[in-house]
């Protein structure tokens, strides 16, 4: 390889390497990303994308078994997973190699094989790339580490690819289950949970704490759980698997609640207990950066403690998103360049989706977080039933739930269950990240007959001016 030396040096392709690659050279900055998998990172191949491919899958399964209400007749409906799992792999493929494209249109270099930290030189760092047997050595003034994250196990209870699966199994599986257990009810266990009894599966999901999707407002979980359970759902809050035992194509899980032990019999489990940080066999022990929990302390920057380096990501701790990521990379970048009024990323302005069905998204503080900071609240709300758009799509099942600071009007926090949620989420992203009141929000026009109509209505309801309920 002609260049071994460069000013940026990514470790790691996924959503926040390859964006902070790309706006390094944008910004004239000569950049290297050094990926040891894929492109795109597991977000692109094996997370947000193809998950979304299969969730679109299984939405359009309801559809079908519920075109009579629409005025069709759809008999004997049945479905290839083999189909639906290579479309979802197609789709991931296809956008793997758009990030190609990119990162050679911007003039990146992409280097394959695994980076490892390996010392300092001059003025910056050296990084030895292992790919097929073969070390590359690179130098650069700069450093940033976006090597991701993995699954978190629990004790006694791991991944075997066959009975027990982490997201992987979970995507590409060769048959559908007949029963499946899912360990977790954050994003990702709710969403394989959704797919899959969407899909025809009989699913139960355990959560150890006492409410699913533990991260959203109380109000949110509570109708997603009642909803759930109506869809034939069987969730279990407050309740701890205590074991796993696996034989042939069978799972005998013991499931401990309120003191009592129950064992449930599934064909699959899958684990979704949250994930760690991809901190070990990349150098850190050469340089003098600190790990917290298995991630990568860093300041707002991305800077992790010594000169040169920085990280960015899911291996610097929550929220574990990638557009989280993705602006931690350009942060980062533009810091590193000099720029003028480069912000820090405020974390509380970032949206949350769930593609579950209903969708759930979120941004700001729940109600319960907005009281324990000892502010003073309003709370509006508005149903999907009340929407005319909601109930011309077949939609009705939904809560829109804003979060106002009853002095300032500020919107501390916006959360939604429902159609589409996870597009209209988006407003209020802009309207936290722009400082908005509800003055601005009140006076602002929503298209008719829109879903995004809630978004106002919900507002007025928290000043007691709803018209439509």
Request: hydrophobic share 40%.
């Amino acid at each position: 390889m002609a260049d071994s030396s460069f000013d940026i040096i990514v470790v790691g392709g996924g959503p926040g390497g390859y964006v902070a690659a790309i706006r390094a050279a944008q910004l004239g900055l000569k950049s290297c990303v050094v990926e040891r998998e894929h492109l795109g990172g597991i977000c692109l191949n094996w997370g947000c994308i193809p998950t979304k491919a299969l969730l679109r899958s299984s939405e359009i399964h309801q559809l079908l078994k519920n075109a009579g209400s629409f005025g069709f007749s759809v008999k004997e409906i049945s479905f290839d997973i083999e189909t639906v799992v290579r479309r979802s792999r197609a789709v991931a493929k296809q956008l793997s190699g758009g990030v190609a494209h990119l990162l050679k249109k911007n003039g990146v270099t992409v280097i394959d094989g695994h980076g490892r930290l390996d010392g300092r030189t001059a003025d910056g760092h050296r990084l030895l790339v292992e790919h097929e047997g073969a070390t590359t050595d690179l130098d650069s003034k700069h450093v940033i580490l976006a090597t991701g994250a993995r699954p978190r196990t629990l004790p006694g209870i791991e991944a075997d690819g066959q009975t027990i699966w982490n997201y992987r199994e979970a995507m590409i599986p060769k048959t559908m289950p007949a029963s499946l257990l899912v360990i977790g009810s954050g994003a990702i266990g709710i969403e394989f949970a959704s797919f899959y009894r969407d899909m025809g599966t009989k699913v139960t999901v355990v959560e150890i704490l006492d409410r699913i999707l533990p991260m959203e407002d109380a109000e949110i979980s509570a109708f997603a759980h009642k909803v759930f359970a109506k869809q034939g759902m069987k969730v279990m809050t407050s309740a701890k698997v205590m074991s796993v035992e696996t034989s042939g194509d069978k799972a005998a899980v013991s499931v401990e609640r309120g003191g009592k032990t129950e064992t449930i019999t599934v064909e699959k489990v899958i684990l979704a207990v949250g994930i760690v940080g991809n901190t070990e066999a990349i150098g850190l022990e050469n340089i003098d950066v600190e790990v917290d929990r298995g991630h990568v302390v860093t300041d707002r920057w991305g800077a992790a403690g010594e000169a040169g380096i920085h990280a960015i990501g899911d291996l610097t701790g929550p929220p574990w998103l990638a557009h989280k990521a993705s602006h931690e990379g350009i942060i980062c970048v533009e810091r590193i360049a000099g720029l003028d009024n480069v912000h820090p990323l405020d974390t509380t302005n970032i949206p949350g989706c769930t593609y579950c069905r209903p969708q759930i998204a979120s941004v700001g503080m729940t109600e319960a977080d907005a009281v324990a900071a000892g502010r003073a609240v309003r709370i509006g709300r508005f149903p999907f039933i009340g929407n005319g758009k909601a109930i011309a799509l077949g939609e009705p099942e939904g809560l829109i739930k804003t979060v106002f600071d009853e002095g300032t009007g500020e919107l501390l926090g916006a959360h939604m269950i429902g159609a589409e949620v996870t597009e209209l989420i988006q407003g209020y992203a802009v309207a936290r990240q722009l400082e908005t009141t509800e003055v601005e929000l009140i006076n602002s026009v929503f298209p008719h007959p829109t879903l995004s109509e809630m978004m106002h209505e919900s507002v007025l309801d928290a000043y007691g001016r709803a018209i439509h309920i």
